[in-house]
């Protein structure tokens, strides 16, 4: 029987775990942590988001690059997720901005243990605070506690490099390149952005929401929410920029990007509104005619001199587009998910490495970006299934 030596305990490898065939296997499980799946629960703080209800082709769009993700999500779905995650008694709802969450009431660790249980009926070791720390001259595995393991095939499943009290620090990151690996400097996704306020605006509108706005960068377009903080803004809507704005700040120094606080309406509805107003005061047109709360329109005075605010079409046009000048992302440590990782074009169709024969790298450790909202977990699971399908097929002349 081959020896499989999976490494990293997270969503991805859990579920390559759950799906090898142990038949065809003997599997060893190594985490440097002493337990399994830290980043899923501190994800399952805010919310457990497992993946997110959409067609496919809806799905795949989110994920950059989508061509990468499209075969591996065609092989396991979001409704092939749900219905596994349904067959391990972990039952899901659709919430409603169509993310899947698990049944009210369930905790994250409960959700973990439904998982984790599965895999220990299976014939699969685990060796927990076990960190891997690179190669031997012989090309064997080697661990910061002395051991030495000779595997026929070995899969990483290593993570990112945010949330290092996890265990996902990226501190494999040397060990690949000193193999010739191309490995990406890894930097902040899905993470908030810095924004200079001025004093008055932060004190009174700290933690306020901004709802059903779209945000702008470019050419991409973001519905959602936004929530001001003293250090800039973080919320859904400036997630799912995060790549392209991170990528802008590799070039500029800042960046500027669009808010509209009425994205359902044009700007000639809302001059029509503000015409109709029985209030003289702007204020009170805006709060009261146009629908817009106390916190935007701070933001509108912020963000206008005096001239704009009270020139009916110039405010007009500014509440449908905000220009906030973007100065920097957030530390690395406090983001949901990472930029960089082993690129894309090291691995082969299979996450087989190109360089290093037999060994396999799955999830958040790639390359790829996917916003909040379930995809990184669906994208994971993805990976996690579909390496599992190749290995257990007889197809394959791995080993
Ligand atoms: C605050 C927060 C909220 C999130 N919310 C969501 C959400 O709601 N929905 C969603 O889809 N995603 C969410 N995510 C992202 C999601 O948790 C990750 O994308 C996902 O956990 C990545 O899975 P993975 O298996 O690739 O790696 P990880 O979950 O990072 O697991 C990697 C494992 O490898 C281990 N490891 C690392 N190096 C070594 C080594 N050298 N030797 C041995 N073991 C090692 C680590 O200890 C870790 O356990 C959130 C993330 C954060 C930080």
């Given at each position: 029987?081959?020896?499989?030596?999976?490494?990293?305990?997270?969503?991805?490898?859990?579920?390559?775990?759950?799906?090898?065939?142990?038949?065809?296997?003997?599997?060893?499980?190594?985490?440097?942590?002493?337990?399994?799946?830290?980043?899923?629960?501190?994800?399952?703080?805010?919310?457990?988001n497992?993946t997110y209800d959409a067609n496919?082709?809806a799905l795949?769009?989110q994920?950059?690059?989508?061509?990468?993700?499209?075969?591996?999500?065609?092989?396991?779905?979001n409704?092939?997720?749900?219905?596994?995650?349904?067959?391990?008694?972990?039952?899901?709802f659709i919430g409603s901005s169509n993310r899947v969450f698990?049944?009210?009431?369930?905790?994250?660790?409960?959700?973990?243990?439904?998982?984790?249980?599965?895999?220990?009926?299976?014939?699969?070791?685990?060796?927990?605070?076990?960190?891997?720390?690179?190669?031997?001259?012989?090309?064997?595995?080697?661990?910061?506690?002395?051991?030495?393991?000779?595997?026929?095939?070995?899969?990483?499943?290593?993570?990112?490099?945010?949330?290092?009290?996890?265990?996902?620090?990226?501190?494999?990151?040397?060990?690949?390149?000193?193999?010739?690996?191309?490995?990406?400097?890894?930097?902040?996704?899905?993470?908030?952005?810095?924004?200079?306020?001025?004093?008055?605006?932060?004190?009174?509108?700290?933690?306020?929401?901004?709802?059903?706005?779209?945000?702008?960068?470019?050419?991409?377009?973001?519905?959602?929410?936004?929530?001001?903080?003293?250090?800039?803004?973080?919320?859904?809507?400036?997630?799912?920029?995060?790549?392209?704005?991170?990528?802008?700040?590799?070039?500029?120094?800042?960046?500027?990007?669009?808010?509209?606080?009425?994205?359902?309406?044009?700007?000639?509805?809302?001059?029509?509104?503000?015409?109709?107003?029985?209030?003289?005061?702007?204020?009170?047109?805006?709060?009261?005619?146009?629908?817009?709360?106390?916190?935007?329109?701070?933001?509108?005075?912020?963000?206008?001199?005096?001239?704009?605010?009270?020139?009916?079409?110039?405010?007009?046009?500014?509440?449908?587009?905000?220009?906030?000048?973007?100065?920097?992302?957030?530390?690395?440590?406090?983001?949901?998910?990472?930029?960089?990782?082993?690129?894309?074009?090291?691995?082969?169709?299979?996450?087989?490495?190109?360089?290093?024969?037999?060994?396999?790298?799955?999830?958040?450790?790639?390359?790829?970006?996917?916003?909040?909202g379930g995809y990184?977990?669906?994208?994971?699971?993805?990976?996690?299934?579909?390496?599992?399908?190749?290995?257990?097929?007889?197809?394959?002349?791995?080993?």
């Amino acid at each position: 029987m081959k020896k499989l030596t999976i490494i990293g305990g997270g969503p991805a490898a859990l579920m390559l775990a759950a799906e090898i065939d142990t038949k065809q296997y003997e599997v060893t499980v190594c985490e440097k942590k002493k337990s399994l799946g830290r980043k899923f629960l501190v994800a399952g703080e805010g919310g457990l988001n497992l993946t997110y209800d959409a067609n496919l082709e809806a799905l795949t769009n989110q994920y950059v690059p989508s061509e990468f993700m499209r075969p591996i999500l065609q092989q396991f779905t979001n409704q092939d997720l749900i219905t596994w995650l349904k067959k391990h008694e972990v039952p899901t709802f659709i919430g409603s901005s169509n993310r899947v969450f698990p049944e009210q009431g369930w905790k994250p660790i409960e959700v973990l243990n439904k998982i984790v249980d599965f895999i220990k009926t299976k014939n699969i070791i685990f060796k927990l605070n076990t960190e891997w720390t690179g190669w031997n001259e012989d090309g064997n595995l080697i661990f910061e506690n002395g051991e030495t393991i000779e595997s026929d095939l070995v899969v990483f499943a290593l993570g990112g490099a945010s949330w290092k009290v996890t265990g996902s620090d990226g501190s494999w990151r040397k060990a690949f390149q000193d193999r010739d690996v191309r490995v990406e400097p890894f930097r902040a996704a899905n993470s908030a952005f810095e924004v200079i306020w001025n004093k008055n605006f932060i004190n009174t509108h700290q933690g306020k929401p901004l709802k059903n706005i779209t945000l702008s960068f470019g050419d991409l377009r973001a519905k959602g929410e936004l929530v001001i903080t003293k250090f800039g803004l973080e919320g859904n809507a400036i997630y799912a920029l995060s790549q392209k704005i991170q990528d802008a700040l590799l070039k500029e120094e800042r960046v500027v990007v669009h808010l509209d606080l009425k994205p359902t309406m044009t700007i000639e509805q809302l001059m029509t509104k503000y015409q109709k107003s029985n209030h003289s005061k702007v204020t009170d047109i805006l709060k009261t005619d146009l629908n817009i709360d106390r916190t935007a329109v701070g933001l509108l005075k912020h963000f206008s001199d005096k001239e704009t605010f009270l020139n009916q079409e110039l405010l007009v046009k500014t509440i449908k587009s905000i220009s906030i000048v973007i100065e920097s992302a957030d530390e690395l440590d406090k983001a949901i998910s990472t930029l960089g990782g082993i690129g894309l074009d090291e691995v082969d169709d299979h996450f087989q490495l190109n360089k290093i024969p037999d060994t396999f790298t799955i999830g958040e450790m790639l390359d790829w970006f996917a916003p909040t909202g379930g995809y990184l977990l669906q994208g994971c699971f993805s990976m996690g299934f579909s390496l599992a399908k190749f290995l257990n097929s007889s197809e394959n002349d791995i080993g």
